[in-house]
Antibody
């Protein structure tokens, strides 16, 4: 089945930076595209970023474009989200999730991590 | 961007009864639609993909239907563990992936 485990959250100041990590186990990480999704307190789900299996396709939500950078290290079964120029509205639980297959035009996300909380406050 | 609209925002149903949740897309998404369940303090869990295919391990009481712009998630006989928030998500035209705002299914 597999597992995704996020880390790196905490309390950060506006304008600051941090890097989230998501470590995969129990499946062949290189076979899957991965996304980051966030959920502000008491709110719904918001897609943040997408990275393909070999990092050749990368996309961002408009709300984070130019501030966040997604990357992966397939040798380490790891996904990252570098977050900079933090804003209060970036406060959320951040989840990584695995795309179920590569069928076009897209597919659902069948494996999710437990999430890591990022709080941006002075 | 495709906007996903779920209704109702909150649905009150008694255990053992049927629950019907709706999701509407602002543009055609074919059957590229998923449903997720989220319980408090937990990550979302995939229930349905392809509008009507149950994910691995999902009980048969969960069913999805629809295509194009109108979709329905039906839970045939509610169990106590089914009370949660449900989200629909389209993956026909992305980026961005878009989710509905969620329907909270609560005990009546």
């Amino acid at each position: 089945e597999g597992q995704l485990v996020e880390s790196g959250g905490g309390l950060f100041k506006p304008g600051g930076s941090l890097r989230l990590s998501c470590v995969a186990s129990g499946f062949t990480f290189t076979n899957y595209s991965i996304i980051w999704v966030r959920q502000a307190p008491g709110k719904g789900l918001e897609w943040v970023s997408y990275i393909s299996r070999t990092s050749n396709f990368i996309y961002y939500a408009d709300s984070v474009k130019g501030r966040f950078t997604i990357s992966r290290d397939n040798a380490k079964n790891s996904l990252y989200l570098q977050m900079s120029s933090l804003r209060a509205e970036d406060t959320a639980v951040y989840y990584c999730a695995r795309r179920r297959s590569m069928r076009p035009p897209g597919d659902a996300f069948d494996l999710w991590g437990q999430g890591t909380m990022v709080t941006v406050s002075s | 961007e495709i906007v996903m609209t779920q209704s109702p925002a909150t649905l009150s149903v008694s255990p053992g009864e049927r629950a019907t949740l709706s999701c509407r897309a602002s543009q055609y998404v074919s059957t590229n639609l998923a449903w997720y369940q989220q319980k408090p303090g937990q990550a979302p869990r995939l229930l349905i993909y392809g509008a009507s295919t149950r994910a691995t391990g999902i009980p048969a009481r969960f069913s999805g239907s629809g295509s194009g712009t109108e979709f329905t998630l039906t839970i045939s006989s509610l169990q106590s563990e089914d009370f949660a928030v449900y989200y629909c998500q389209q993956y026909n035209n992305w980026p961005p992936y878009t989710f509905g705002q969620g329907t909270k299914l609560e005990i009546k």
